[in-house]
């Protein structure tokens, strides 16, 4: 029976190859939904109702019914992203299916190799930055059915285009900021909201311009319409001229910024203000012309604009006024700013009073500068970075140089600053590296903190009777100065006013000097000798910190106070008096005076601060004086050479340490009984103090 049914099937399939059939597609079939299984690389859930599936590892789809939630990134402590983030630098395509209604914010932010983009006619609204860096997206096509795009949804994508529909309502702020292949928005005519005019992005009755595209180039004029320009509009623009009309009134700080290919800047009459840095960081502009109605001018209106040659003024300005490119006051009275171009020596005009903050600020071919016997004033600023400045004369009645105004002239070699001159500012001549030659005027009140900072090659300071102080840092670092006589009006030395002067080796301190506040010489290693006034009240902290040239220091009777490592580090220092009047010495003063033998210590004491004579290896003998009644921890730490040791009877409490490391502690010298040696608190670690032979009663 089995052999006929197999006879009959051979039969039956001879008959279906004879007359061309073929087997069903049964295989084919299968083979295609693992493929499609092969394909979903990843996916998942995510919201409510909401699924994504990455296929291929370069095609994102987002599906379901309902929105793609906010995200915020990396805005806090707390990094919040879509899971899909991860998928940033490998997807580039995106599909949002049918049934999505919103993009949250930040979605797809800083997707580099995103290129094609499609949404669904379900899309009423793409949330802040869902689209931001989306470097690599040139064309989006956005669906008639959404309303609102979020602030930067777009800013930093590829995008050379972008269009509008009617029916879009609102778009945040710089939804296309740094969109620099961006060359036209177009708006639908029949948009209630937005309007667009030579491809340019406004509200709808054009008093608002709201997008300048990134990437438009060559020369543009501002509808005489616009009333308001929205923050950063022109800011990084390719433009090359451009023209601001005059019902928009104000040059706002940094409303040109980074506007590498502006080369002129056309103002028309009804501008009224441009602030501080409205032009900034303009290296090709040449030319700005200023109407008759501009009145204000605020602060470094022209900042590092180094191809500046001409401010023209219209005539009939009532604030203003321009000569050969120059910008001043009207009556000449205030030189405003001088282009960055400008080379070659240059004369003030007769009549000027005042050289305004930053007027010749990185004029860097300016070579030399005359003032008239009119100048009274010099601002803030306002020759600082003239490098090629190398003579200056100040004329005889100049009254006040202001802060920074000549830092940075690295080729200023000499300088007088006459008695006329009564202020001079923070930091004036900082960074005048090669200033050599130095005489400050009777008529100064102080020199200022940092006033000659950094002036590495000054060698000689004249230094006249009348300033009261010299202040913070003023001559700090000044690393050719060999000597300095300090007048005796000065009262106050302030912190670290001579700090880093290593070749200073004379330095007179006045009988009239009350202060010499922190670290005001540390570091003036080749100071070898210094007197210090009675007259001096206190000497701060680390003044004389690693003066290690300094062999001899006297301290006359007056000087109450002398602070924390006023002396440490000072390793060629062999001995110290101090006077009955001392009533501190303070923490660590004397550390690290390997070579210090001789001490004396003022009986007006009372307590030996912590480390104040650690790793003084060379001390042998000390008496602390009666009246004393703590060591400190670690005060004595480390004196290898100390043998002995006086103690007076008032001491009732000695610290950790205090005597660590004394191996050659052999006497110990108490001046009280032994029942009192036993009261005394003495702190751990100070086995070579317990080990010294005592005596008592001394």
Known sequence: MMKHGLRALALLLCVLLLSGCTWPEVVPWAREEEA???????????????????????????????????????????????????????????????????????????????????????????????????????????????????????????????????????????????????VEIRVDPDNPAYASKDGVFFTKDLTRLLCLPGGKTGAYALPDSVILVAEGVFAGCELSEVRISGNFKVVSSGMFADCEQLTELWLEEGVTTIEDRGLTNCPALRAVHIPASLSIINGNAFDRCPALQEISVTEGNLKFSSEDGVLYSLAKKRLVRCPAAREGAFTVPSGVECIDPMAFEACLGLSGIEFPLSLTEIGDGAFEGCTGLSELDVGLRLERIGAEAFRGCTQLRSLTIPNSVHELGESAFFGCTALENLSLGSGLEAVAACAFEGCGA??????????????????????????????????????????????????????????????AFAGCTALPEVLLPGTIDSVGYGAFEDCTALERATVYGGVRELGGRVFAGCTALTGLKLPETVEQLGPNALEGCTALQNLSLSYALTEIYYGCFQNCTALEQLSIPAGVESIGFDAFSGCSALSAVTIPGSVTRIGEGAFAGCGSLAQISFGGSEEQWQTVKIGDNNAPLLAAEMSFGN
């Open 36 to 182: 499609a299984e092969e394909s979903v690389t990843q996916s998942g859930s995510f919201g409510i109702y909401m699924t994504w599936t990455l296929a291929d590892e370069h095609t994102l789809h987002i599906s379901g019914r309902g929105v793609i939630p906010d995200y915020w990134g990396d805005t806090t402590k707390t990094p919040n992203w879509p899971v899909w983030h991860e998928f940033r630098d490998t997807v580039t395509t995106l599909v949002v299916e049918e049934g999505v209604s919103v993009i949250g914010s930040r979605a797809f932010t800083g997707f580099s190799r995103l290129t094609n983009v499609m949404l669904p006619e379900s899309l009423i609204e793409i949330g802040a930055s869902a689209f931001e860096d989306c470097e690599s997206l040139a064309e989006i096509v956005i669906p008639d059915g959404v309303h609102s795009i979020g602030k930067q949804c777009f800013a930093g994508c590829g995008l050379t285009s972008m269009t509008i529909s009617p029916f879009v309502e609102e778009i945040g702020d710089k939804a296309f900021d740094r969109c620099e292949r961006l």
């Open 458 to 519: 000054l060698r000689e300071l004249n230094f006249s009777h009348g300033a009261d102080s010299v202040d913070r840092r003023a001559f700090f670092g000044c690393t050719a100065l060999e000597s300095i006589v300090i007048p005796t009006s000065v009262s106050v030395v302030g912190e670290s006013a001579f700090e880093g002067c290593t070749a200073l080796n004379h330095v007179v301190l006045p009988s009239g000097l009350q202060s010499i506040e922190s670290r």
